[in-house]
């Protein structure tokens, strides 16, 4: 068993391994480094000057990249990972309590952070724009990202989800905003200090964790009494629970909304093919006509949020425009797959029932298939039990729906026992749908291969890895096309 040693006595001893670095700097070791959040917090500290080393259980493309950016990784999870010389470790939500690293930091003083509290400590130190809100986050956020990426201001971000147009969904810049998407589950959000910050909606869900829906805006609340002094909290005016979340807020706020007034409007908006576009107007005042390239009514608030987040931040209102008519989207959002034999094939994350009905509608307005096939894979039984029933209303634009089990995560055995996607597919059926359960990948591509026709369009969608399916039936389409 490995000596428990003096944690002074340690460092003077392997003193000699830690670099020069500037004054004020830190060392810090991530485990799990190579999940796109933990990747993109260690970038950004590394961009700061600060010493970065890490560990994961098994290599990959990000994890390269780390050690081409001058940042090491060790593959596995050992004592012997930690360097001797560190100031903080910092683990990823999924890292165990008993993971040894973790351990061996614990019983040696030194200062442990969970991800969410180490991203919260470093928002304090630039101009933070944190993008809340039930749905949208990620679009957002990486839309965001990218209209300051374009207009120059070099922006660091740590984003949920791949954006190809920014070479990830996480990077360090050299400028003074750091864009975050800011996670409500956990009341991870509530760690983060935001110079702006926006709320797009507030709805009930994570009620594996929250109370009800009075607990969920409870924490929007005080997520927004987090901003920072002198700082800009941007809202969405057409959503109710958001208002009643702000009921005692009493700091700056910016509006945008479609239904009712607020500064930032989306005046004369139509859809071309889905595709949504409109005059953008702050304070009565026109700025711009602007064409979106993502599709769905949905996406048209979204470039508000992003449009006041951007102007408050110091953006002018050309760049702005520019910003939101080039950005293409982030990565499994109505992700096109492509077309084999007049089938096409398209994947997404929508994982809850608002969601999942907004996104069917956008695809029905953007390519108008003959039939419209949708393989979910629910995610969380907690969840498919809480929502059962709107799950069920959710997919009436869907021509055939085909559920496999349920994606399971962070709950417990006699959870996954009260609830199964044949329930669902049940549910559906009695609501007019037309629904299988299939249990498995393997079944459902079976079904598809043997079913589809041209003019068909499938999507994959779910949070889980469902879209295993959509890769392989372009692989099985293709060798038979």
């Not at 006595?9 to 700097?25: D, I, K």
């Not at 040696?108 to 304090?124: C, N, V, W």
């Not at 492509?338 to 096409?344: D, L, R, S, T």
Request: hydrophobic residues 40%; aromatic residues 8%.
């Amino acid at each position: 068993m490995r000596q428990k040693t003096d944690r002074k006595s340690r460092r003077r001893a392997v003193e000699f391994l830690r670099p020069q670095q500037p004054q004020g700097a830190f060392s810090y070791h991530f485990i799990g480094i190579g999940g796109c959040g933990m990747s993109g917090l260690a970038q950004v500290l590394h961009q700061r000057g600060h010493w970065v080393t890490g560990s994961d259980m098994q290599t990959s493309d990000v994890v390269q990249k780390l050690g081409r950016r001058g940042i090491p990784v060790s593959i596995g999870h050992r004592m012997e990972s930690v360097p001797g010389y560190v100031d903080c470790v910092v683990a990823s939500a999924a890292v165990a309590e008993d993971n040894p690293e973790w351990v061996w930091a614990r019983e040696h003083g030194i200062r442990t952070l969970k991800y969410a509290q180490m991203l919260g400590e470093l928002s304090g130190q630039m101009n933070t724009l944190a993008v809340a809100g039930t749905h949208g986050k990620s679009t957002t956020s990486g839309w965001l990202a990218y209209l300051l990426h374009e207009a120059g201001c070099d922006p660091s971000y740590v984003i949920g989800a791949q954006v190809e147009q920014l070479g990830g969904g996480s990077g360090a810049g050299k400028g003074v905003h750091m864009v975050v998407e800011a996670c409500e589950y956990d009341r991870s959000f509530l760690n983060l200090k935001p110079m702006i910050g926006a709320i797009l909606n507030i709805e009930a869900d994570h009620l594996d964790y929250y109370r009800d829906m009075d607990d969920i805006i409870s924490a929007f609340g005080e997520f927004a009494r987090r901003i920072e002094p002198g700082g800009m909290l941007v809202v969405n005016a057409d959503d109710g629970p958001t208002t009643r979340a702000l009921a005692d807020y009493s700091g700056r706020r910016e509006s945008f909304g479609l239904e009712r007034s607020g500064h930032w409007q989306a005046i004369n908006a139509g859809f071309d093919m889905g595709l949504g576009e409109f005059d953008l107007v702050y304070q009565d005042q026109f700025q711009g006509h602007v064409k979106l390239k993502l599709a769905g009514r949905h996406n048209v608030a979204n470039a508000l949020a992003v449009a006041a987040m951007a102007h408050g931040a110091g953006v002018g209102i050309d760049n702005i425009c520019y910003g939101l008519e080039n950005f293409v989207g982030v990565g499994r959002r109505m992700s096109y797959k492509g077309e084999i034999e007049g089938v096409v094939i398209l994947d997404d994350y929508a994982h809850h029932p608002t969601e999942i009905q907004v996104t069917l509608e956008a695809i029905k307005a953007r390519y108008s298939p003959g039939r419209l096939w949708c393989v979910f894979q629910p995610h969380q039984h907690s969840r498919t039990r809480f929502f059962l029933d709107e799950f069920a209303s959710s997919f009436r634009l869907a021509d055939i729906i085909l559920l496999p089990d349920i994606y399971f995560v962070r709950e417990s055995e006699e959870l996954k026992r009260e609830v199964d996607a044949g329930q669902l597919a049940r549910k559906i059926i009695d609501n007019g749908g037309q629904a299988r359960y299939l249990a498995n990948f393997d079944t459902i591509l079976e079904v598809l291969c043997g079913e589809l026709e041209q003019g068909d369009l499938v999507v994959t969608m779910g949070a889980g890895d469902v879209w295993k399916v959509a890769d392989e039936l372009i692989c099985r389409l293709g060798r038979h096309s």
